[in-house]
């Protein structure tokens, strides 16, 4: 039972364009949402949150969509950048317990 | 963001040995890390929650004498992977609860069991 999916296992995305990455949950108890970059035998680096009380948060190039009715959540990059290509993983919990649910992740290329 | 130190990054064991694995919070205090692990091309995949001073919560199907977990200090918590196996080759992440329901993550541990 796959709790949290990332649909697109890959996406590529020409450089200076928007990358939108995807990500769906099944369970309503989820209430704080993360996303992650992740390198190759590296562990995954925190890029950007989101909790139930927001459907949007920003952090400069990054900003992460709610959309709770539909529980599905979105990571948009703008511009994206060569440097931004890497596997994407958005991770779900129940607010408190920092016990995340990962996605299957999204593998990002942008082309220079 | 905070800083989390996982090592060794890479350890190649026989069969039948065991491998410790580190965890520790450099700038902060974790009462809760979790141990993950992920196999090739996979999402992570959470093994057990480690909580300091008390036992380690396991998920299921995770044999919790195969994977001892000790948390015996705020910053440091080990993952202990006894007999090893071939199957038990794969990527072993940690990670720490922070503050803001946001976990720090160390930089994995490829164990590869031959």
């Known amino acids: 039972d796959q709790q949290v999916k990332q649909n697109s296992p890959s996406l590529s995305v020409q450089e200076g364009r928007i990358s939108i990455l995807n990500c769906d949950y099944t369970?309503?108890?989820?209430?704080?949402f993360l996303w992650y970059k992740k390198y190759p035998a590296e562990g995954p680096t925190f890029l950007i949150s989101?909790?139930?009380?927001?459907d949007k948060n920003e952090d400069g190039r990054f900003t992460v969509f709610l959309n709770k009715s539909a529980k599905h959540l979105s990571l948009h990059i703008v511009p994206s950048q060569p440097g931004d290509s890497a596997v994407y993983f958005c991770?779900?919990?129940?607010?408190?317990?920092?016990?995340?649910?990962f996605g299957t992740g999204t593998r990002l290329k942008v082309l220079a | 963001g905070a800083v989390v130190s996982q090592h060794p990054s890479w350890v190649i064991c026989k069969s039948g040995t065991s491998v410790k694995i580190e965890c520790r919070s450099l700038d902060f205090q974790a009462t809760t890390m979790f141990w993950y692990r992920q196999f090739p091309k996979q999402s992570l995949m959470l093994m057990a929650t480690?909580?300091?001073?008390?036992?380690?919560?396991?998920e299921q199907g995770v044999e919790k004498d195969k994977f001892l977990i000790n948390h015996a200090s705020l910053t440091l918590s080990t993952l202990t992977v006894t007999s090893a196996h071939p199957e038990d080759s794969s990527f072993y992440i940690c990670?720490?609860?922070?503050?803001?329901?946001?976990?720090?993550f160390g930089s994995g541990t490829q164990l590869s069991v031959l």
């Open positions: 480690s909580n300091e001073g008390s036992k380690a919560t396991y």
């Open positions: 991770a779900a919990s129940v607010s408190g317990t920092y016990k995340y649910i």
């Open positions: 990670s720490a609860a922070y503050t803001n329901e946001k976990l720090f």
């Open positions: 989101i909790s139930s009380i927001k």
């Open positions: 369970n309503s108890m989820f209430d704080y």
